[in-house]
């Protein structure tokens, strides 16, 4: 066994386990108090969930069980198949890379649930509402968090022109493993909500912006518009502005002073860019 660097929100340990005269390799994830307190039953929706997208076909980690009888650990944990493959931030073919990430998105936002199926995930829309409640007695103004808190304040929640879709709700390059430069797993589920495919769109564009730059942006926004042309990106600016919020603690991300200062840099073109679309014309 070997701990698992990365995981913020659990810990993640690698297991080569002996069964029947075969070696199988797992991943068992325990999750965090903070994921316990949103949800208690967080590694059994976990569990529920990889279910059904591997059903879909969806590039996930196969889910082998869950446990919430604190039998064995203190606290609730999942068991899925180990998949081979690394998060990767330099990509020898970036263009192929993030046209992968942008159809695994829309591919997400298509998968289909009955209502028991997905009905126990909570709705986006709750989710930032909660987070914009929370404000914190200290605004970080070097990143325009006050701006932002104002305007989604008096605008929340923006109108829903699209139907509501499964969520990865944190879908990022880090929690996307890659072998051989193709697109082995996308991971790390916890956040999964139902919403607005907007809210997705909105932080994968932040994200990419931070890691590979504008114009990557643009391309991943390009390709998942392609992928779902019946989309209606008018509410586009306000998820912008809540994956913008949610990326107003990067000071406690413990970066190196370098990347931190390109990050600021890249959330201050997002931030105004969005503000830009919302004031339109003049």
Not at 94 to 109: C, F, M, N, P, Y
Not at 117 to 133: H, K, T
Not at 203 to 228: D, K, Q
């Amino acid at each position: 066994m070997r701990e698992l660097a990365g995981g913020v929100s659990a810990q993640v340990t690698e297991l080569a386990v002996l069964a029947g005269g075969r070696e199988r390799q797992m991943v068992v994830r325990r999750h965090g108090a903070a994921d316990l307190e949103r949800n208690p039953r967080v590694a059994a929706d976990e569990y529920k969930l990889l279910r059904l997208l591997r059903g879909a076909g969806l590039p996930v980690p196969e889910p082998y069980f869950a446990d919430e009888s604190g039998e064995i650990f203190d606290s609730p944990y999942v068991a899925i198949a180990f998949v081979d493959g690394k998060a990767d931030f330099a990509p020898v073919d970036l263009d192929g890379s993030i046209a992968q990430l942008a159809g695994v998105l829309a591919d997400i936002h298509r998968v289909e649930g009955k209502r028991d199926e997905l009905g126990y995930l909570p709705a986006q829309e709750a989710v930032c509402a909660g987070m914009i409640a929370a404000r914190p007695a200290r605004l970080d103004e070097s990143l325009d968090e006050g701006r932002i808190r104002a305007c989604l304040e008096l605008g929340w929640p923006p109108e829903r022109r699209n139907k509501r879709v499964l969520l990865h709700g944190d879908f990022w390059p880090g929690n996307v493993l890659w072998r051989d430069g193709r697109l082995a797993a996308v991971i790390d589920w916890e956040d999964a909500a139902l919403g607005d495919p907007l809210a997705d769109l909105a932080n994968a564009r932040l994200e990419t912006l931070f890691a590979f730059g504008e114009e990557a942006m643009r391309a991943l926004t390009r390709h998942y518009v392609a992928r779902m042309p019946d989309l209606d990106d008018a509410s586009l600016p306000y998820w912008e502005l809540c994956a913008a919020l949610r990326a107003c603690r990067l000071s406690s991300w413990g970066l190196a002073p370098e990347v931190e200062r390109r990050m600021r840099e890249r959330h201050r073109r997002f931030v105004d860019q969005a503000f830009g679309k919302l004031s339109g014309p003049g």
